[in-house]
């Protein structure tokens, strides 16, 4: 199985923040990487796939970057809706394998 | 509207078994691929097992093979997961989600609310 995982674990900034969460991949998995937000109580919300294509309807100040085992996802002005979980998960192989998650909380 | 809705989760004894069911509507059901992913209580996310637009085709996370079926009804628009042989670690919350993009597996672009299914003597 290919094993994600994420840094930091977890994360405390303040609003209009820059702030960057590295995935890396246990092997290679090209592109197929995607990014999810999650909020307490909710399900989870596809953000960013193909490592840097911006799902429909997300805010631009989410991007996404990187190939191969090492990913990131930038938020490049915190705003208090994006205080919540980030995920990353690979799509490159069965069994599909999450990163553990990187809490984002406020300072 | 475009929704997910699971249903069936509960409180279940170790070694019985429960049937998850998700509705889909205001979607083309029957185009979509399918993915069951779970969640532990406070934990991270945990793909379960997905089946494609036909059911022909159905792949598992090994903590669920042979345990875990996969199937869907599409004259029904709703998935299905049955699971048997419950253990405690199969406590969490059930998420259906639609396979994106069409006619990939790859990601998960819609989700249900989850269904919480608790395994406790």
């Known amino acids: 199985d290919i094993q994600m995982t994420q840094s930091p674990s977890s994360v405390s900034a303040s609003v209009g923040d820059r702030v960057t969460i590295t995935c890396r991949a246990s092997?290679?998995?090209?592109?197929?990487l995607a990014w999810y937000q999650q909020k307490p109580g909710k399900a989870p919300k596809l953000l960013i796939y193909?490592?840097?294509t911006l799902q429909s309807g997300v805010p631009s100040r989410f991007s996404g970057g990187g190939s191969g085992t090492d990913f990131t996802l930038t938020i490049s002005s915190l705003q208090p809706e994006d205080f919540a979980t980030y995920y990353c998960?690979?799509?490159?192989?069965?069994?599909?394998?999450f990163g553990q998650g990187t809490k984002l909380e406020i300072k | 509207q475009v929704q997910l809705v699971e249903s069936g989760g509960g409180v279940v004894q170790p070694g019985r078994s429960l049937r998850l069911s998700c509705a889909a509507f205001?979607?083309?059901?029957?185009?979509?691929?399918m993915h069951w992913v779970r969640q532990a209580p406070g934990k991270g996310l945990e793909w379960v097992a997905v089946?494609?637009?036909?059911?022909?085709?159905?792949n598992y996370a090994d903590s669920v093979k042979g345990r875990f079926p996969i199937s869907r009804d599409n004259s029904k628009n709703t998935l299905y997961l049955q699971m048997s042989s419950l253990r405690t670690e199969d406590t969490a919350v059930y998420y259906c989600?639609?396979?994106?993009?069409?006619?990939?597996?790859?990601?998960?672009?819609?989700w249900g609310r989850g269904a919480l299914v608790t395994v406790s003597s």
């Open positions: 989600a639609r396979a994106f993009p069409d006619p990939y597996y790859w990601y998960f672009d819609l």
């Open positions: 193909a490592a840097s």
């Open positions: 205001g979607v083309s059901f029957s185009s979509y691929a």
């Open positions: 998960q690979q799509a490159n192989s069965f069994p599909y394998t």
């Open positions: 089946i494609s637009h036909d059911g022909n085709i159905k």
């Open positions: 092997q290679g998995i090209g592109s197929r």
